[in-house]
C-alpha cells in the first residue's frame, strides 16, 4: 500500500505508511491518502480483543511497510481502555473520551506516538514534537508522548487563553514533555513552530503531531468499523452515525470504514455556528472562512483541513451531496440540549456531543438506529456544564490523577529560538 498527497494529481510521489507518518504533512502542502481502500478482513469479529481488532482493520493499510509486523503489539499499548456503547431513550452514544485525557484525540494520539517510537528507536533516531495549542491537541498528544523513547515534545500555549483545567493538562508533565506559556496569541504560537520548521538549524529533528498526520486519522478508522459491527450485531440492523465535527478527521476515518465495507447506513456530521460544510452543501460552493467561538471550542474551525481527503474520496459535488449531509448548531441550541438530555435521561453530555444530539433531534428524530458519537467526557468543559444542570460533574478517574499531578513551565516570548534555550 502507497500513499499520496491529496495535490499529487498525476500521483507522482508515493510514500510507505511509515514515511507518510513521520512526514505529517506532504511537501506540497496535501494530505496523505491511501491508493485505495482495502475491503474489511472477512476474519474480523467484534469477540476478538479490540488490539487484535485494529491490528487486522489496519494491517492491508500498512502492507510491505515497516510496521506490518507491529501492529498488535502498537495496537495493544495504545488503546488500553473501553469503547462502550450506551443505550440512551433516542439513541446509542458511542462513547469515545475513556481515554487518558477523556477525548477522543487520545486513540490518534496514542497510535501516532507508539508508531513512532517504534520507528525512531529501530532506525536509532531522535524527533522533537512541536505541538501549537490552544486546548485540548496539546493535552492529547503531550499524554501520548510522556516517557516514548527517542521522542521528545514541546507544548506551547497562549497566555491567559486557555481555561484553567486544560491549562493543567499542558502543564503536569515532566521528563520528555516541556510546556511554555507564550506572551502571545494562539497564532503567535502557530507561527513560532512554523518558523521553527523552517530554520534549518533545528528543521532536521522537528516533526508535527497535528490532526492531519496519517497516523492519527486511520485509528479514528477502526472505532467506526469496530462500533458499526457491535451495533449491528446487537440490533440486527446498521446505524446512522452522528459526529460532532470540526476539521472532520473524525468523519473521515467513519467515510473510510464505510468504503471498506463497515457496517454504516450513513454519516451525518454536526457542527457549530461554524457553517462551512453545511453552506457548502446548501449552495455547491465551497469557501472556507476565518472561525468563530462558540461553546463547543474543538470544534471552532471554519476551514476543515480534512475537507481535502472527503474530496478526494468523493471528487464530484454530486458524490458529496450524495454521502454527506450536516447541519449547524447555535450556542443557545447546545445549552438547550445539555439540559435536555440531562432531565430525560440522567446523561450529561459535553458541549461537542450535545452538537450531535442537536442534529440527530432536528435531522432524524423517530429513527430508531441513531449512533451518536461522544467526542469528550464533559468534566472537561464543567464550566459550561455544571450551571446549566445544577450538578457537579464527577471527574474521571484518568483526568482525576492528571489533574492531581504537579505543574511546571517555562514562560516565554513569542521568539521560537527562546524554545531551544
Ligand atoms: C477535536 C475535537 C472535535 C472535532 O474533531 P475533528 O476531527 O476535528 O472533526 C470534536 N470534539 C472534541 C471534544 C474534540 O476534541
Known sequence: MYYYSTRDKNRNNKLTASDAILKGLARDGGLFVPDHLPSLDSSLSVDMPYGRFAATVLRPFFEGDELEGDLEEICSAAFDFPIPLNKLSNSTVLELFHGPTSAFKDFGARFLAFSMEKLLVRHDRKLCILVATSGDTGGAVAAAFHNRKNLSVKVLFPKGRVAKRQKRQLTCWDGNIS??????????????????????????????????????????????????????????????????????????????????????????????????????????????????????????????????????????????????????????????????????????????????????????????????????????????????????????????SLLDRPVSYKEIPADYHRLFD
Open 179 to 400: 510546556s511554555y506559556e507564550v506572551e502571545g496569541s494562539f497564532d503567535d504560537c502557530q507561527k513560532m513552530v512554523k518558523d521553527a520548521f523552517v530554520d534549518p538549524h533545528y528543521s532536521a529533528s522537528l516533526s508535527s503531531a497535528n490532526s492531519i498526520n496519517l497516523g492519527r486519522l486511520l485509528p479514528q478508522m477502526v472505532y467506526y468499523v469496530y462500533a458499526s459491527m457491535v451495533y449491528e450485531k446487537e440490533n440486527g440492523k446498521k446505524p446512522v452515525i452522528v459526529i460532532p465535527s470540526g476539521n472532520v478527521g473524525n468523519s473521515t476515518g467513519a467515510y473510510w470504514a464505510m468504503s471498506m465495507g463497515a457496517p454504516i447506513e450513513r454519516i451525518v456530521l454536526a457542527v457549530n455556528a461554524n457553517r462551512t460544510i453545511p453552506d457548502y452543501l446548501e449552495s455547491g460552493e465551497y469557501r472556507p472562512r476565518p472561525s468563530v467561538k462558540t461553546l463547543a471550542n474543538a470544534m471552532d474551525v471554519g476551514a476543515p483541513s480534512n475537507m481535502e481527503r472527503l474530496f478526494s474520496l468523493y471528487p464530484t459535488y454530486e458524490e458529496v451531496k450524495e454521502h454527506l449531509s450536516a447541519a449547524s448548531v447555535s450556542d443557545d441550541e447546545i445549552r438547550e440540549t445539555i439540559r435536555k438530555v440531562y432531565t430525560q435521561d440522567g446523561y450529561i453530555m459535553c458541549p461537542h456531543t450535545a452538537c450531535g444530539e442537536r442534529v440527530r433531534e432536528r435531522l432524524l428524530d423517530g429513527k430508531d438506529n441513531v449512533l451518536l458519537v461522544s467526542t469528550a467526557h464533559p468534566a472537561k468543559f464543567e464550566t459550561i456544564v455544571e450551571p446549566l444542570i445544577g450538578t457537579e460533574v464527577p471527574l474521571p478517574p484518568a483526568l482525576k
